[in-house]
């Protein structure tokens, strides 16, 4: 597909591609789960995957790509910025995800189209979004044992989850991208972690995204 460069041609993908979001439950057991990054070095952009086999939590393979930047920093357009990066290095992958996790939004998004739910539609796979901060919405601090959690609601909808993934450590902001429900999402994202507050498979490919860019 031809990436947009400017903001008005942007605003008019995501109204098409928020027509086409499907927030419905996962259908069968994913036994492959990818984690995907970005990181920017000047005008270059890495993408990163790492896929993971489900629920074993056992690393695959990893791929990344990185391109020109093509569109300008704008806050609830990240999508146009890091998404022809990540595609590229999902594209890479031998094996085809069951489902890709997020370090960013799904419907907790200004356009209810975060950068899981953008290219969640784009390929027509399951996607969570987990973000480490939040982005929208409103909530009230969820309790301090893992897997406790407090709705997020914007616009009068909830539209993700504040979940705590390790005892009395900070939050995660968790949001169905598509073709999944919060209930789900929840429940996936609790499966993969493991001594850290950060999904597993996001946690590595946040690793080789930053080993990346320090070797360019």
């Known amino acids: 597909m031809k990436w947009p460069e400017d903001i008005t041609e942007s605003r008019k993908i995501q109204e098409i591609l928020k027509k086409k979001v499907k927030i419905i439950p996962f ?9 995907v990054d970005a990181a920017f070095s000047g005008r270059k952009v890495i993408g990163v995957t790492s896929l993971y086999k489900y629920p074993e939590l056992i690393p695959i393979e990893d791929a990344y790509a990185i391109m020109e930047v093509s569109f300008p920093y704008i806050p609830g357009f990240l999508s146009f910025r890091e998404g022809p990066a990540i595609l590229k290095a999902l594209n890479k992958l031998k094996i085809k995800p069951d489902l890709i996790l997020f370090d960013g939004q799904g419907i907790a998004h200004p356009g209810g189209i975060g950068i899981a739910t953008h ?3 784009l390929l027509d796979i399951p996607t969570i979004g987990c973000a480490k901060s939040k982005l929208v919405g409103e909530y009230k ?3 301090i044992k893992k897997g406790e959690w407090s709705p997020l609601k914007y616009k009068d909808k909830t539209v993700g989850v504040v979940l705590r993934t390790r005892e009395k450590i900070r939050p995660v902001f968790v949001s169905p991208g598509h073709r999944i429900d919060l209930k789900e999402s929840i429940e996936i994202i609790l499966g993969c972690i493991t001594r850290y507050r950060i999904p597993e498979p996001l946690r590595r490919a946040d690793i080789i995204s930053k080993k990346v860019k320090k070797e360019l």
């Open 27 to 35: 259908k069968g057991h994913p036994f492959f789960i990818a984690g």
């Open 141 to 143: 601090e969820p309790g």
């Open 119 to 121: 290219i969640g539609v």
